[in-house]
């Protein structure tokens, strides 16, 4: 891909916002990154998905991928040109609903089916348009919380630094699922599954950079739940909890983690957490599998939906959808601390993607 479709005329980076437009939101939103500062400066939006409230970036060919999060779940593609996105075909179905996360794995393309509870696997081509059918996965299994935990729920998916496993985090039955692609399908099948605390709700995981330990955010209890990862095996093993909002914290009682980042460089963790609208700052000094909770900043808005670091981790952006508008953050190079530099109107914003 020509550099000149990731890059604004002024040599910064660009970035894409997703959103939901059943809330106000313009779809996918393309701005310009200011090499120097990390501002972001609003040039484009494209709004022919419907609630395009998750999205990813393929690293080798740099194609964009959307998931419409709607009833009849499916997912579009779309390859950056200097004058915004064009669209690789028309939006291909994933056999499921309200898909809310979607990765790159091994060629194939996944998304997590939040309302459907189950996990599909696309093929791409070779200039990385999705094909289907589908294959899908259907998820097991519900929680102590009536409301929340009726039954399966799958909020991620991703695979992991290998390549040779693919985790799919389930919000109603309390559990990691590591799966792996079934050759005589084409889909996945279930490896193993590590089941985590009842009632608690995970949501998102993140790898540290080193690979062996992942750090799995909860929904319903403000938590973070630490795991060796094993990749030889295929294994996930709990070690221990933290918790996410710091005691006195404001709005603490009413707290919901939604995403969650490690530094590249391995010394932080990040945990957005909304109705208390702030992000928390974890050091990993003493080690990968302890992380202590420090400092807690407000989000710059309402609601953050996700959290992203920027390719050099120096910077944070929070997508902030009911205030609708992304805030980004320098961090401190000595204790990882954010602070907010700025921010840009972006409507019912819900995730933001480099690349």
């Known amino acids: ?42 040039l484009t939006a494209c709004d022919t998905v419907e609630d395009p409230s998750y999205l990813a970036v393929a690293p080798d060919t740099g194609v964009l991928y959307a998931v419409s999060e709607t009833e009849q779940g499916a997912v579009c593609a779309f390859r950056p040109t200097a004058g915004g996105l064009a669209a690789l075909g028309p939006a291909v179905p994933v056999g499921g609903s309200g898909p809310t996360h979607l990765s790159v794995a091994a060629g194939r393309l996944l998304t997590a089916n939040y309302t459907s509870g189950s996990v599909s696997r696309l093929p791409l081509g070779a200039d990385g348009r999705p094909g289907g059918p589908a294959s899908v996965l259907v998820h097991e299994g519900s ?17 992991d630094p290998t390549g040779r496993w693919v985790l799919s985090v389930d919000l109603g039955s309390d559990s990691v699922r590591v799966c792996a692609p079934d050759p005589a399908t084409g889909g996945l099948r279930v490896h193993s599954e590590t089941p985590l605390r ?8 993140a790898f540290h950079p080193d690979g062996t330990v992942v750090y799995v955010l909860h929904e319903l209890e403000p938590q973070l739940t630490v795991c060796r990862w094993e990749a030889a095996a295929g294994r996930l093993e709990p070690v221990g909890e933290v918790p996410v909002a710091p005691e006195g914290a404001p709005g603490a009682a009413r707290a919901y983690p939604s995403a969650v980042v490690a530094s590249p460089d391995g010394r932080f963790l990040w ?19 302890q992380p202590r909770p420090g400092a807690a900043v407000d989000c710059g808005g309402s609601w953050p939906r996700d959290l992203v670091a920027d390719p050099s981790g120096r910077r944070l952006y929070a997508a902030n959808e009911r205030s609708g508008d992304v805030t980004w953050f320098e961090v401190d190079p000595l204790t990882g601390v954010p602070r907010r530099a700025g921010s840009v109107a972006v409507p019912a914003a819900t995730c933001v993607v480099f690349g």
Do not use: K, N, Y
């Open 1 to 42: 891909m020509d550099d000149a479709d990731r890059t604004d005329r002024g040599g910064g980076h660009r970035c894409r916002i997703g959103s939901f437009t059943s809330g106000g939101g313009r779809g996918i939103t393309t701005a310009a990154v200011d090499p120097a500062t990390g501002a972001l400066t609003v």
């Open 143 to 159: 929680g102590p919380d009536a409301d929340r935990q009726e039954r399966p729920h799958a909020h991620q998916v991703l695979p």
């Open 198 to 205: 009842a009632g608690t709700g995970p949501r998102h995981l």
């Open 271 to 289: 945990a957005a957490v909304r109705g208390a609208d702030i992000l928390v700052t974890f050091s990993l000094a003493e080690g990968a599998e």
